[in-house]
């Protein structure tokens, strides 16, 4: 079986990008090849600047209020009491 598979190295392991068809505990020889040019995959997004997230704030306060209505509060259920007796212990 000679199945190319594509995975990323992170923390001292390789960890595949997607599922494997193998037996648990199977022992593999596994021969590294990288891209001609290597993805690097961040696992942290960019942080916004603060001008960008002020942009966005001001984006967010253009919106028109939503009037939302709540039924009355004995209307509402109650998660808690809706548990089932084996949650509680």
Known sequence: MNN????IYENGILRPLAPLN????IQVR???QPFDKPKVLS?????PTMAELLAELREIN???PQEIE???RQDRPNPIL???DEFFV
């Not at 190319?4 to 995975?7: G, I, Q, S």
């Not at 193998?22 to 505990?25: D, G, I, V």
């Open 30 to 32: 596994i021969t590294i």
């Open 22 to 25: 193998l037996p648990e505990h």
């Open 4 to 7: 190319p598979v594509t995975a």
């Open 82 to 84: 809706e548990m089932p």
């Open 43 to 47: 696992v942290s997004s960019p942080k």
């Open 62 to 64: 253009k919106l028109e």
């Open 70 to 72: 709540l039924p009355p």
